[in-house]
């Protein structure tokens, strides 16, 4: 793995944390949770949420979109389904 894709997953991972952490939003602590609930092991919870969220971040750039809360939400809530791309 290059080391940009490392950088980038590493801060992508860093802002699934802090979610979590923070519960801000609330939806990413409750899937998480929901993810572990599942049997889900921890790392691949906290790597399908991270996945999520490089799609939003992929969203914003290539669309020009604004960051759509209810968007990442939905997708939030649709895990283990990923996001279509």
């Known amino acids: 793995m290059a080391k940009s894709s490392r950088v980038m997953n590493k801060?992508?991972?860093e802002v699934v944390d802090n979610?979590?952490?923070d519960g801000n939003p609330p939806a990413a602590k409750e899937?998480?949770?929901r993810l572990i609930g599942e049997g889900i092991e921890r790392d691949e919870a906290r790597r399908l949420i991270a996945y999520v969220v490089a799609s939003e971040?992929?969203?914003i750039l290539k669309h020009l979109k604004p960051y759509?809360?209810?968007r990442y939400v939905k997708a939030l809530r649709n895990?283990?389904?990923l996001p279509e791309g």
């Open 11 to 13: 801060a992508i991972l």
């Open 68 to 70: 759509d809360e209810d």
């Open 19 to 21: 979610q979590i952490r």
């Open 31 to 33: 899937t998480f949770d």
């Open 79 to 81: 895990l283990p389904q």
């Open 57 to 59: 971040i992929f969203e």
